[in-house]
Nanobody
Framework: VQLQASGGGLVQAGGSLRLSCAASGGIFSRYVMSWFRQAPGEEREFVAGIRWSGGSTEVSDSVKGRFTISRDSTKKTVYLQMNSLRPEDTAVYYC????????????????????WGQGTQVTVSS
């Protein structure tokens, strides 16, 4: 599986961006695809995830109500719609995929993911 993230950029606080993550290779129904982010000097943190089959989602508390994750199965693409952006959302955003998260498990945790995209920079100015 190869992942290609895009859509980052510079935006003012309160603005919106939509990130895309296009997958190539085999994405199976059990797969979870997620977005993580990493700010300078910080650990990579979970943002949102979606299960390919059924579309079950998880969103971190820090972005709940502002960010939405969705998928387009025909395009094998996952989106992260980010609204009401804040300077603290500034980070490199990575998409990731895994087939190892069982249905009773949470999507959080970088070690659960086998495939990573290259990252896209999001900068929110105040």
């Amino acid at each position: 599986v190869q992942l290609q993230a895009s859509g980052g950029g510079l935006v003012q606080a309160g603005g919106s961006l939509r990130l895309s993550c296009a997958a190539s290779g085999g994405i199976f129904s059990r797969y979870v695809m997620s977005w993580f982010r990493q700010a300078p000097g910080e650990e990579r943190e979970f943002v949102a995830g979606i299960r390919w089959s059924g579309g079950s989602t998880e969103v971190s508390d820090s972005v709940k109500g502002r960010f939405t994750i969705s998928r387009d199965s025909t395009k094998k693409t996952v989106y992260l719609q980010m609204n009401s952006l804040r300077p603290e959302d500034t980070a490199v955003y990575y998409c990731a995929a895994t087939g190892r998260i069982i249905y009773s498990d949470t999507y959080d945790g970088t070690r659960k993911y086998d495939y990573w995209g290259q990252g896209t920079q999001v900068t929110v100015s105040s």
